[in-house]
């Protein structure tokens, strides 16, 4: 019996990054997971997905908006008939420096990275305290909570904000046998990456990756894989004893107290 068999889970930002691994490898643990993305792409990782042999169902959502997200929710409910883990990977980054910012780029953060988790987990909750059983895992980041690089005020403050969140949604609903946790990822292989190595290096883009591993102690960069075996270990009965907490996935890249 697969570790995940049976459970019902959304995954918010699924369609691309760490939430499709999140999916992918959920999946495979035998889980009903249903992902969901403001892009149309969410329909595009659903076959490939399939071409996997991983059966997903997939909805475009604006998270933004609560109505929308109380609906989608309620039709996953309908259709699996309980919800038992919510992974919030849905996430945008801007680095501006902090006199540049206008409030229209801050205020889009703050409304994706946390108004938009907030509406999901508002929307998932009810559920789960229903069936006295939950798993909710929010991606946070090392920005904010542990380090900041130039021009990342905005994320990084809203990336923090996540950690207060799933502290206090933890305790508040430890009673219903719900576990909230967070993971903080340091600089993992995701489209968004690759996608900034190429405006960087359209000829080589593997050079400004190479160079991003090496600042990292492992000398890589973590996988979306990788991230996914976190998620579903978080989401599985193994992790019955952690709540409240953060979890870094990093390959040790917030540790060097000195760069060479």
Known sequence: MKKLDGKVAIVIGGSTGMGYGAAKVMAQHGALVTIVSSSKKVYEATESLKKEGI???GYQLNIIKSQEVN???KRVVDQFGKLDILVNAAGVA???PFLEMNDETRDNMFNINVMGLWNCCRAAIPYMVEANYGKIVNFSS???FMVADTGSSAYAASKSAI???TKALAMEFVDH???INAICPGIVLTPMIMNVAKELKPGNPQVIVDSLASGIPMKRLGTIEEAGDLVAFLASDESRYITGTQIVLDGGSTLPETKV
Do not use: A, Y
């Open 55 to 57: 059966e997903v169902v």
């Open 71 to 73: 609906e989608i929710f």
């Open 94 to 96: 801007q680095m501006e």
């Open 142 to 144: 090392v920005t904010g």
């Open 163 to 165: 950690l207060g969140l």
């Open 177 to 179: 046998n719900i576990t």
